[in-house]
């Protein structure tokens, strides 16, 4: 994929080198929302941050790192987000940000103080009605007590899924399928749904009989036909109605 010397690189993840006053609302607006680019980009300005772009992460959708030697602030979020969820994303990162620079470390990661500020930085775009009507609404809902992610917030990261662009069509979700279900994830790993424990679900992983607890959002490959060989050889009936 080509892009000029300016860009943002997606699978490279190139640190963009800052200069005053720099507008990021081109190479920006290719992640998010076109109208919130400029803010983002004067934000980036405003506290020489570095932004970076980076490889999809499983465990994280983006994350921020304080200064730390004279170095300055760093946030990068995952390439592959939809526009509203890096939008979003970014705006959490940023909130560290303003935080670390008020409190330094002395406050939780995601206590009052960062819940404040995100609020505080949600409000342009909500005035601006960047995001549709459902994120719009989910957003407000959500930002009655911000979570330490998004997608700890069920309704909002179920909205938010609605705009992936995906074109695999045998990915679905661990609440969706039935109890006793098998499936496997990316890399090939094969396991049976098992009861809800809480927030998570309890799923054992067929080759090693360990236990895993999945997020309900977490996305899976449901296994076709009647049985599931796992890789010790033992098989197991599959549940599809």
């Known amino acids: 994929m080509g892009m000029g010397s300016g860009d943002f690189t997606v699978y490279q993840i190139k640190i963009i ?41 499983r465990t994280k959708l983006g994350d921020y790192t304080a200064p730390f030697r004279g ?19 970014t705006i959490h990162e940023f909130a560290h940000l303003k935080t670390w620079q008020q409190y330094k470390n002395k406050v939780k990661p995601h206590g009052a ?12 775009f909500l005035r601006l009605a960047i995001f549709p009507a459902d994120i719009q609404e989910a957003i407000v809902r959500y930002m009655e007590n911000p979570a330490a992610s998004s997608c700890t917030d069920l309704n909002l990261y179920r909205i938010l899924r609605r705009y992936d662009e995906t074109s695999d069509t045998d990915l679905t979700t661990i609440e969706a399928i039935l109890e006793g279900s098998i499936f496997s994830i990316k890399g090939g790993r094969i396991f049976q749904k098992k009861e809800r424990l809480r927030k998570r679900y309890k799923c054992i992983e067929l ?4 236990v895993y607890l999945f997020h309900p959002i977490a996305e899976v490959f449901l296994l076709p036909g009647d049985t599931v060989q796992a890789e010790d050889g033992r098989l197991f009936k599959q549940r599809i109605d």
């Open 113 to 124: 103080e960062w819940k404040f500020n995100y609020k505080e930085l949600m409000q342009p």
């Open 71 to 89: 170095d300055t602030h760093k946030i990068s979020i995952n390439h592959d987000l939809n526009t509203y969820a890096f939008l979003i994303t």
């Open 17 to 57: 080198s800052l200069q005053a006053m720099a507008d990021f609302s081109k190479q920006l607006s290719k992640y998010m929302p076109e109208a919130a680019a400029p803010i983002i980009s004067a934000w980036i300005n405003d506290t020489a941050c570095r932004f970076r772009i980076s490889r999809s992460r």
């Open 207 to 210: 080759a090693t009989d360990k």
